[in-house]
């Protein structure tokens, strides 16, 4: 009997299962699905989780693994809508291009609530998102490309390439494509009235809140990120805001350019002094604090790996032991290399580290030197030196001169082969002759006297 109320809980259950699943597919289904465009259905609001993740700060690799992550708790959770919160400037193609297939590869409903900025790359990855829903007195556009220094991309390879990225972007929700192109290109010129739209050559397209919304390149003006939720036709009951954590936060400071350099210099400047002039202790903690902190920052940035940190500890073991065993410098150069290498491959651009290093190498070679002229008595060098001299002082009692016995005669009384010992006023002393065989019992003169070198010859 238990056996088969067993069996009928069982098979109900795969019945109530079975009836689920499709209804929750059908759910699905009549939402917005994954890059849909257009204006939303507010008739139904969706159930389910509605995840709001923030992009408010420079484009790069850092904000890339933040929003990766963003996307798989998303995912984790089983979202039903994804909203990306921008205010940004824009910042490096490259991280905008992953990001931009992420939003647009996304299984979850994507939309952009733009609340201040979307300029640059910013623009591009908005354009990605299902919807587009702006604040009012935002704006989104002015994407041309720049250098790291803010000067305009000349480069017609690099213009075009870019170009047909905002193009293609634009044409996944049938946007104006000379639009997305007039957000970059300098060149171009048009007039569309019918959009609110025109463009003289030289100028860049940057859209407020309503003349996106007149040109299509909005669906609609939302105050907060709820209201733009509320009209995409979702419920507000289950809102999740993704944050920054307290290592994610650390690391956008610690990959600032001019904080990277600051590392470097600290951290060079520091080891350096501590293996050349050892006995502080100071210097090396606080240096080698440096590069971990360098290296902690790139890590959770995204951009270091594992092997950065080996090559780094690597070149460091090289040229400590560079300074005890003798390797004719090949130590020392595998070791520079090792370190250089370690350095530049942490960072999101290896130009920018190569810069950052440069300068940090040089401002560290001054200071060092300056600590070395300072505490030359404690340098490692004077392990090196021998600094100790035969003084009377210190109980050394220098060989004296014989000057006395020059011209005086004796006897040798040992083979003179051309040393040995002769008898010269009572007393034995040891003697050389100038080259030839004197025999034993020979009379001697002694012709000179250099140090404790008494030279005889025979009469």
Same mark, same amino acid.
């Given at each position: 009997m238990r056996g088969f109320r067993r069996l009928a809980l069982a098979g109900m259950a795969l019945i109530l299962l079975l009836l689920f699943v499709p209804l929750t597919l059908n759910t699905y289904a009549d939402g917005a699905a994954p890059g849909a465009s257009g204006a939303a259905s507010t008739v139904e609001s969706h159930q389910g989780p509605v995840f709001i993740i923030p992009v408010d700060h420079e484009i790069e690799r850092g904000l890339q693994r933040f929003l990766e992550r963003g996307f798989e708790e998303a995912a984790n959770y089983g979202a039903v809508?994804?909203?990306? /919160?921008?205010?940004? $400037?824009?910042?490096? =193609? #490259? +991280?905008?291009?992953?990001?931009?297939?992420?939003?647009?590869?996304?299984?979850?409903?994507? +939309?952009?609530?733009?609340?201040?900025?979307? +300029?640059?790359?910013?623009?591009?990855?908005?354009?990605?998102a299902g919807n587009i829903i702006?604040?009012?007195?935002?704006?989104?556009?002015?994407?041309?490309? =720049?250098?790291?220094?803010?000067? &305009?991309?000349?480069?017609?390879?690099?213009?075009?390439?870019?170009?047909?990225?905002?193009?293609?972007?634009?044409?996944?929700?049938d946007r104006d494509p000379d639009i997305a192109a007039g957000m970059m290109d300098i060149n171009l010129e048009f007039d569309?009235?019918?959009?609110?739209?025109?463009?003289?050559? #030289?100028?860049?397209?940057?859209?407020? *809140?309503?003349?996106?919304?007149?040109?299509?390149?909005?669906?609609?003006?939302? /105050?907060?990120?709820?209201?733009?939720?509320?009209?995409?036709?979702?419920s507000t009951d289950d809102i999740f805001r993704v944050e920054?954590? #307290?290592?994610?936060?650390? *690391?956008?400071?610690?990959? @600032? $350019?001019?904080?990277?350099?600051?590392?470097l210099f600290i951290g060079i400047a520091g080891v350096v002094i501590e293996l050349l002039i050892p006995g502080f202790g100071a210097p090396g903690v606080i240096g080698t604090l440096a590069f971990a902190l360098y290296f902690f920052g790139n890590y959770v940035a995204g951009f270091a790996g594992a092997e950065t940190w080996l090559l780094f500890i690597l070149g460091l073991v090289m040229l400590v032991l560079e300074?005890?065993?003798?390797?004719?410098?090949?130590? !020392?150069?595998?070791?520079?290399?090792?370190? =250089? +290498?370690?350095?530049?491959?942490?960072?999101y651009s290896y130009t920018n580290a190569l810069a950052s290093l440069g300068i940090a190498f040089a401002g560290a070679v001054v200071v060092i030197a300056v600590v070395a002229m300072i505490f030359k008595e404690r340098g490692i060098w004077n392990r090196f030196i021998l600094k100790d001299s035969l003084t009377k002082e210190q109980g050394f009692v220098p060989v004296s001169e014989k000057l006395s016995l020059v011209g005086g005669t004796g006897v040798s009384i040992t083979p003179l &082969?051309?040393?040995?010992?002769?008898?010269?006023? !009572?007393?034995?002393?040891?003697?050389?002759?100038?080259?030839?065989?004197?025999?034993? @019992?020979? $009379?001697?003169?002694? =012709?000179?006297?250099? !140090?404790?070198?008494i030279v005889v010859k025979e009469i």
């Open positions: 809508l994804i909203v990306l /919160e921008i205010d940004t $400037p824009g910042g490096l =193609v #490259g +991280a905008a291009e992953q990001i931009g297939t992420m939003v647009k590869d996304s299984e979850i409903p994507t +939309a952009a609530f733009i609340k201040g900025d979307a +300029a640059s790359a910013g623009s591009y990855i908005a354009l990605n702006m604040k009012p007195g935002s704006m989104i556009g002015s994407a041309s490309l =720049v250098d790291m220094n803010g000067q &305009r991309v000349d480069d017609a390879k690099l213009i075009s390439y870019w170009k047909s990225k905002m193009v293609g972007a634009a044409a996944l929700n569309k009235p019918e959009l609110g739209v025109s463009k003289a050559k #030289g100028e860049i397209i940057s859209l407020t *809140s309503d003349e996106a919304l007149k040109a299509g390149y909005a669906e609609q003006i939302a /105050e907060t990120p709820e209201e733009a939720i509320q009209w995409l036709g979702y920054h954590t #307290g290592a994610e936060k650390l *690391s956008q400071f610690l990959t @600032n $350019p001019i904080i990277m350099t600051i590392l300074l005890f065993v003798p390797s004719f410098g090949i130590l !020392g150069l595998l070791g520079s290399i090792s370190l =250089v +290498a370690g350095v530049v491959r942490a960072a &082969r051309p040393a040995g010992t002769a008898l010269v006023n !009572g007393e034995r002393i040891d003697v050389v002759t100038e080259g030839s065989f004197i025999s034993v @019992n020979a $009379p001697i003169s002694i =012709v000179k006297v250099e !140090g404790g070198r």
